[in-house]
């Protein structure tokens, strides 16, 4: 068996005239984000230590096939807000007899008021074959290196790459930490 490991380290803020995640900034553990995991060997922690900035963020690990995610979904009364994060993204397959697939990612769901997803933005980085396609309601960021790196994405600004989404029907962000293996 080949050995995967996919790590998210994350802090987050989406902002505007206020917070609109909870606890995106992680001193509170876990706290407002919900876990999800397929299979048993996947970490899920938050630490200090990851940067080296003195705030906390959370680590999303993967060392097999299968999916682990963090998630928050919230309601934004309008679209023009920042959606800020510091993250460090590593997508990677040990096995180089037998290379995997792999994939770390930041996910921004659009939904409607029944929380049906609209499309997404996935900022991510990935290791081997990407199974993923851009389409009117999916926009692809790859982020080429797995160092620290930090970013503002204005909604708003954002929907201008998704066609296939009519802002008005936007009522929550779903805000996904993501990990993904395959064939290990």
Known sequence: MGRLIIILFFAINLLSSG???????????????NPYAQGETFTLLTDKSYDEDPDSEVYVGRLDKLVTALYQTCNIPVLNLNFSFNARLIACSYDTLHPH????????CYLN??????GETRIF???ETLYWFPSP???????????WFSDTINIIEELQNLPGINPSDI?????????QGNGC
């Open 101 to 108: 697939s792999a994939v770390a990612a930041i996910i921004i």
């Open 19 to 33: 917070e609109f995640i909870i606890n995106g900034n992680f001193e509170d553990s876990l706290n407002g984000w």
């Open 137 to 147: 309601t999916i926009h692809l960021v790859e982020i080429g290196d797995t160092n």
């Open 125 to 127: 980085n990935y290791a």
């Open 113 to 118: 008021n029944d929380e049906e997803i609209l």
């Open 171 to 179: 009522a929550k962000l779903r805000i996904v930490l993501y990990s």
